[in-house]
């Protein structure tokens, strides 16, 4: 954030693309595989005249979905996306160059399904758990077995977005350094459908919340060397974003026994049949910065970096929803158990923010090939805004004080040794640990009056742990790589959290400090190597070489508030290559991913509904196919 003057939590991911050349070049690549894969990506640039040059590329990918669904005999979570970007580089001399890029991608998924994982035991009563609702409506999924990646899901999938934008960017050296303006328009539209019930059953029929995002931001800074000593990156960053939502949920046949007591669900049949809830969101949110970072080489070995950043952040929120639909009764007692499923709400809220963080880097050259240093920085997430309903007080009233959400304060410690201790090897080790206070969650809080489940502030939580990589060339024919981490994540303070899983029909904030964040595995690591021999082809002079890699995490919480039920199992999965390349010329290859076809869950997690019943997202299957490459 000191560098770019971007509001990040852990730091910035900084893609650099090829720029036009004006030495012609053209690369392309097909690769065929199965599940019907097919993908072609190529790109091609050159001169267009002395001072001008252009670069086209894109990229094709389709590919079959892993899930089957029986209800439409078709398949789902498949891959259909179509991308462009061109740019266009004008340089005049050493001075100056102005480089206009714009870019789109088409995606049109049917996903992104999940399938029935099991049942866990809740606090309700027999009549509310899965096993009773579903005899009572005489259902049986196809599969209990997630691995068999089948479905019955009866309201249609789809993940379709378009994405795209243009930028313009200018470089100008001057003096010392050189002066940067980076100006970007990007849009985002998200037009997705969901079976929030996972099930063959008329429960939730539709559910969609299709959004338009669009934003702008404009980059100026200056980068070069005060003196011999002393070199400093100074600029301004701004950034507006709007985002327009129009969402959609809609009860069927199924869901009064889903979702209401059983006496409630057979004495009042149509309850919620056709009941549902549209709702209008727009947001704005703008932020500026003014950012700097120096870097002074105090003796040829020392150096240290310190930084600042002062930010201001604006959000605005007006959310409106509408019920329709269902039984029409006048009954209040009917209307309060329609009400309990989804409520009519309108708010609107704006809230403003200025914070200032920064960082102090201190590296030390201790020979030439050990380097070690020491960072501490401080950083935050802004400001929030509940996008999606409030909690309500007893008249049922929006809590108009939920609307807002304190920004997270990052505090962040870390040390580390880079090493190339013999040519060709490379290794590093770092140790950090990063404390978050007003962690951004979900929560429940009964001072708010109704409970309900919003997006507020954790205590704090803290992430520690120890980082090693390696690199190594043996010989002209052995190359290997491999990383290792141990990690440890916890909620230090958070005392009103949701319910786990198995606490559903119990309390329903629970107090969870001391236990395991989700998402994070204390153990992860990677090893990988490739052997190549020089070797001719085709008549043509190049290498023979096979690879693999291996990839490996241990078991970790896919819930918010930690699950017995909630857990996925350590795996590790196999990739490999095997093929010939005439060294950039061309190159063709098989190659297999998830070679042991290890069945293991990206995540699991509780359906709508409270029913315990469980779902989750099994990760890709064993794929295989070949890739072809060549330049010209």
Do not use: C, M
């Given at each position: 954030?000191?560098?770019?003057?971007?509001?990040?939590?852990?730091?910035?991911?900084?893609?650099?693309?090829?720029?036009?050349?004006?030495?012609?070049?053209?690369?392309?690549?097909?690769?065929?595989?199965?599940?019907?894969?097919?993908?072609?990506?190529?790109?091609?640039?050159?001169?267009?005249?002395?001072?001008?040059?252009?670069?086209?590329?894109?990229?094709?990918?389709?590919?079959?979905?892993?899930?089957?669904?029986?209800?439409?005999?078709?398949?789902?979570?498949?891959?259909?996306?179509?991308?462009?970007?061109?740019?266009?580089?004008?340089?005049?001399?050493?001075?100056?160059?102005?480089?206009?890029?714009?870019?789109?991608?088409?995606?049109?998924?049917?996903?992104?399904?999940?399938?029935?994982?099991?049942?866990?035991?809740?606090?309700?009563?027999?009549?509310?758990?899965?096993?009773?609702?579903?005899?009572?409506?005489?259902?049986?999924?196809?599969?209990?077995?997630?691995?068999?990646?089948?479905?019955?899901?009866?309201?249609?999938?789809?993940?379709?977005?378009?994405?795209?934008?243009?930028?313009?960017?200018?470089?100008?050296?001057?003096?010392?350094?050189?002066?940067?303006?980076?100006?970007?328009?990007?849009?985002?539209?998200?037009?997705?459908?969901?079976?929030?019930?996972?099930?063959?059953?008329?429960?939730?029929?539709?559910?969609?919340?299709?959004?338009?995002?669009?934003?702008?931001?404009?980059?100026?800074?200056?980068?070069?060397?005060?003196?011999?000593?002393?070199?400093?990156?100074?600029?301004?960053?701004?950034?507006?974003?709007?985002?327009?939502?129009?969402?959609?949920?809609?009860?069927?046949?199924?869901?009064?026994?889903?979702?209401?007591?059983?006496?409630?669900?057979?004495?009042?049949?149509?309850?919620?049949?056709?009941?549902?809830?549209?709702?209008?969101?727009?947001?704005?949110?703008?932020?500026?910065?003014?950012?700097?970072?120096?870097?002074?080489?105090?003796?040829?070995?020392?150096?240290?970096?310190?930084?600042?950043?002062?930010?201001?952040?604006?959000?605005?929120?007006?959310?409106?929803?509408?019920?329709?639909?269902?039984?029409?009764?006048?009954?209040?007692?009917?209307?309060?158990?329609?009400?309990?499923?989804?409520?009519?709400?309108?708010?609107?809220?704006?809230?403003?923010?200025?914070?200032?963080?920064?960082?102090?880097?201190?590296?030390?050259?201790?020979?030439?090939?050990?380097?070690?240093?020491?960072?501490?920085?401080?950083?935050?997430?802004?400001?929030?805004?509940?996008?999606?309903?409030?909690?309500?007080?007893?008249?049922?009233?929006?809590?108009?004080?939920?609307?807002?959400?304190?920004?997270?304060?990052?505090?962040?410690?870390?040390?580390?040794?880079?090493?190339?201790?013999?040519?060709?090897?490379?290794?590093?080790?770092?140790?950090?640990?990063?404390?978050?206070?007003?962690?951004?969650?979900?929560?429940?809080?009964?001072?708010?009056?109704?409970?309900?489940?919003?997006?507020?502030?954790?205590?704090?939580?803290?992430?520690?742990?120890?980082?090693?990589?390696?690199?190594?060339?043996?010989?002209?024919?052995?190359?290997?790589?491999?990383?290792?981490?141990y990690t440890d994540g916890d909620y230090v303070s958070f005392p009103d959290a949701p319910a786990p899983l198995e606490g559903t029909g119990g309390p329903q904030a629970v107090n969870i400090s001391g236990q395991r964040l989700p998402g994070i595995s204390e153990w992860a690591g990677s090893l990988g190597g490739e052997y190549a021999i020089p070797s001719q082809f085709l008549a043509r002079e190049g290498e023979f070489f096979v690879a693999l890699d291996a990839s490996y995490r241990s078991e970790f919480s896919s819930s918010a508030t930690p699950?017995?039920?909630?857990?996925?199992?350590?795996?590790?999965?196999?990739?490999?290559?095997?093929?010939?390349?005439?060294?950039d010329d061309w190159a063709v290859f098989l190659w297999g991913r998830n070679l042991g076809d290890e069945g293991y869950f990206e995540f699991l997690s509780a359906a709508p509904g409270g029913s315990g019943l469980i779902v989750g997202y099994p990760g890709d299957p064993r794929t295989w196919g070949v890739t072809l490459r060549g330049r010209f």
């Open positions: 954030g000191t560098l770019y003057g971007k509001n990040t939590t852990a730091g910035a991911i900084n893609i650099v693309t090829r720029r036009p050349s004006f030495t012609p070049d053209a690369i392309v690549e097909a690769s065929f595989g199965d599940f019907g894969y097919t993908q072609a990506r190529g790109s091609i640039t050159g001169p267009i005249s002395e001072t001008l040059a252009g670069r086209l590329s894109f990229s094709a990918t389709h590919r079959g979905g892993f899930l089957y669904n029986t209800a439409t005999q078709d398949d789902l979570n498949d891959l259909d996306n179509l991308g462009f970007r061109g740019q266009l580089l004008w340089t005049r001399a050493e001075a100056l160059d102005v480089l206009l890029a714009a870019d789109y991608t088409r995606q049109r998924p049917e996903g992104y399904a999940q399938v029935v994982a099991g049942v866990a035991p809740t606090l309700r009563a027999a009549s509310r758990q899965y096993a009773a609702i579903a005899a009572d409506l005489g259902y049986t999924p196809p599969s209990w077995n997630a691995f068999d990646r089948v479905t019955d899901a009866d309201t249609p999938h789809r993940s379709y977005q378009d994405v795209g934008g243009v930028s313009l960017t200018v470089d100008w050296r001057a003096g010392p350094g050189a002066l940067t303006s980076i100006t970007a328009w990007r849009f985002w539209d998200w037009n997705p459908s969901n079976d929030r019930d996972f099930l063959g059953l008329p429960v939730t029929t539709i559910s969609a919340n299709p959004s338009e995002q669009r934003q702008w931001s404009q980059e100026l800074r200056y980068a070069g060397g005060i003196t011999k000593n002393i070199g400093l990156v100074v600029g301004l960053y701004a950034f507006h974003q709007t985002i327009d939502s129009t969402g959609l949920q809609e009860q069927g046949a199924a869901a009064a026994r889903f979702l209401l007591a059983p006496s409630a669900a057979a004495s009042t049949p149509g309850l919620l049949d056709g009941y549902g809830q549209t709702s209008q969101i727009a947001s704005e949110h703008t932020s500026a910065a003014l950012f700097s970072q120096l870097e002074w080489s105090i003796t040829d070995r020392l150096r240290v970096l310190p930084g600042l950043r002062f930010n201001f952040d604006r959000k605005e929120v007006d959310y409106q929803s509408q019920i329709y639909g269902g039984l029409a009764t006048s009954d209040p007692a009917l209307i309060a158990l329609q009400r309990s499923i989804l409520a009519p709400q309108a708010y609107a809220a704006e809230v403003d923010d200025t914070n200032l963080s920064g960082q102090l880097t201190i590296a030390y050259d201790v020979t030439e090939r050990v380097n070690a240093y020491a960072t501490y920085a401080t950083s935050f997430k802004s400001v929030g805004l509940n996008l999606g309903g409030l909690p309500t007080d007893s008249s049922g009233a929006p809590v108009l004080s939920a609307a807002t959400v304190r920004p997270e304060e990052v505090s962040h410690i870390e040390i580390g040794v880079k090493t190339t201790p013999f040519p060709g090897v490379r290794f590093n080790i770092t140790a950090f640990e990063t404390t978050i206070e007003d962690y951004q969650a979900q929560v429940v809080n009964a001072s708010v009056g109704v409970l309900r489940g919003y997006l507020a502030n954790a205590e704090e939580v803290r992430v520690r742990g120890v980082e090693l990589d390696f690199s190594a060339r043996i010989g002209d024919a052995l190359s290997l790589h491999g990383a290792a981490a699950s017995a039920y909630l857990n996925i199992d350590a795996y590790t999965l196999f990739n490999g290559r095997i093929g010939f390349r005439a060294g």
